[in-house]
């Protein structure tokens, strides 16, 4: 059998698709040692940011706006409210909704993980330009 070599444009290196995985991939890590004195796995941090942005929200539109179906927001808000940080509760208006609220503990972590952004900027030895360059370029793919 001959092997066959791929040509430098097919590359794995050469792929945008292998590039942002690895970036994702190292970004998540890179938040572990800032979100476990939290508790937080990263998806929970994410879920807390929006959080103590806004609340109550609904679970749907948490979800949707942190681009997670059902089946992974639900399991993900069902921890954290066992975990204390969160209350689940029926919209009173409308019993089909489900609304997500911050518990004092969850309330209490937010210096914690309102850090955490600039904890990973530093990390990343990156500035504010060049973050918000990245965030615009990754958002273009994104909606293409």
């Not at 995985?21 to 994410?46: C, D, E, I, S």
């Not at 209490?108 to 955490?116: S, T």
Request: include cysteine; glycine fraction near 8%; aromatic fraction near 4%.
């Amino acid at each position: 059998m001959t092997a066959r070599r791929a040509t430098s444009r097919h590359d794995v290196n050469k792929q945008l698709s292998f590039a942002l995985y690895g970036a994702a991939n190292r970004l998540v890590r890179m938040h572990k040692p800032f979100l476990a004195p939290l508790g937080l796995t990263f998806p929970q941090y994410l879920v807390m940011l929006e959080l103590l942005g806004e609340a109550p929200r609904p679970v749907g539109e948490l979800g949707a706006k942190l681009g997670m179906d059902t089946g992974t927001i639900t399991p993900l808000v069902k921890r954290l409210e066992l975990s204390g940080l969160i209350t689940r509760r029926r919209d009173p208006s409308d019993e089909r909704r489900v609304l997500v609220d911050l518990t004092p503990a969850g309330e209490a972590l937010r210096d914690g993980v309102w850090a955490v952004p600039d904890q990973i900027k530093t990390a990343c030895q990156i500035s504010d330009d060049k973050a918000r360059e990245l965030r615009e370029a990754l958002d273009d793919v994104g909606r293409a």
